[in-house]
């Protein structure tokens, strides 16, 4: 037993070094009213109460529960999608598999700032197709329109995360033994019942974790936002990660900024602990 530990210990030590650490400094920060070169002094919950009567968090709380909820439930169904044809035999499809990931594995302000160019109002290559095919008269404001901004941040998200959703669910489809599918062919099962009796049951460990992994990286999602808009325009596409980053740093408020960065901490671990215990049912 003592080997054991012995072996798990500098894990166990960089984990809390690197992880627990931060967060236990986030957490009595979020608990005073510290200012960038101010250390401050314990005024308790008053910063989550503030926040709670901070119109721009609402909405951001708003914009953040949408962003995540509609970018993993698309994230979801496609990524299966695409698993299921990616499972299949086809020309090349070795190498269409391998260039599924590129989204995923390329730096995502370079894939970002890529979406920015070309949903550029002016010089916006999407614009220019659309105005030479002559379904468009004038160059549409993608990120400039409230409602568009929601939309091209929540696809761009999808974007970049499709790919992980596709290659992780392959794997798991890869997994499942032919036999089943035949067992299932002999009773006279349809595809459609193959995928809800044998495919679905199968994989459900799997995509809980995939789901888990998704929405923690999504919730907390900075990049796609802070490159594209800012958080503009009027705060339609404020999510938790850019708020605290404007309240923290900009601002100065760091006591503000961690108290909005942990806000949603608590969910995150309830989410966690029901698609965990689903993942040990099944």
């Known amino acids: 037993m003592l080997t054991g530990y012995a072996f798990v210990l500098p894990a166990a030590i960089i984990i809390l070094g690197l ?6 400094q986030a957490m009595y920060l ?8 101010e250390p401050g002094h314990f005024v308790g919950l008053a910063n989550y109460v503030a926040l709670l009567q901070n119109s721009v968090f609402v909405q951001a709380l708003a914009n953040s529960m949408l962003f995540t909820v509609v ?3 698309i994230k979801t169904v496609l990524g299966l999608a695409v698993a299921l044809l990616l499972n299949q035999k086809f020309l090349a499809h070795r190498w269409i598999r391998g260039a599924m990931l590129l989204p995923w594995v390329i730096p995502s302000t370079f894939g970002v ?3 920015l160019w070309i949903l550029n109002y002016n010089l916006g290559t999407l614009n220019w197709i659309l105005q030479a095919l002559h379904l468009i008269s ?12 929601r939309g ?13 959703f596709a290659i992780t669910l392959l794997a798991g489809l890869v997994a499942i033994p032919r036999e089943l599918y035949e067992a299932a062919e002999v009773d006279g099962a349809t595809g459609w019942a193959k995928l809800r009796n044998v495919t679905l049951p199968l994989i459900v460990p799997i995509l809980s974790i995939t789901i888990l992994f998704s929405i923690v990286m ?11 808009t800012r958080g503009g325009p009027l705060n339609s596409t404020q999510v938790f990660a850019t708020l605290a980053y404007q309240s923290a740093f900009a601002s100065g408020n760091i006591a503000r900024g ?3 960065s942990l806000f949603i901490f608590p969910a995150l671990l309830l989410s966690l602990l029901f698609l965990l215990r689903l993942v040990r049912r099944s």
């Not at 992880?19 to 236990?24: E, K, N, T």
């Not at 979020?30 to 070169?37: C, M």
């Not at 549409?140 to 568009?148: E, G, R, T, V």
């Not at 091209?152 to 992980?164: E, K, Y």
């Open 71 to 73: 970018s993993v439930t």
């Open 30 to 37: 979020s608990l005073t009213n510290a200012r960038v070169g």
């Open 19 to 24: 992880v627990g650490y931060p967060i236990v």
């Open 258 to 260: 961690a108290a909005i």
């Open 152 to 164: 091209a941040v929540i696809f761009v998200n999808v974007w970049r995360g499709l790919p992980f």
């Open 138 to 149: 004038t160059p549409i404001a993608w990120l400039s329109d409230p409602i568009l901004a």
């Open 113 to 115: 700032l890529a979406w």
């Open 218 to 228: 999504t919730i907390s999602d900075f990049n796609i936002v802070y490159v594209l």
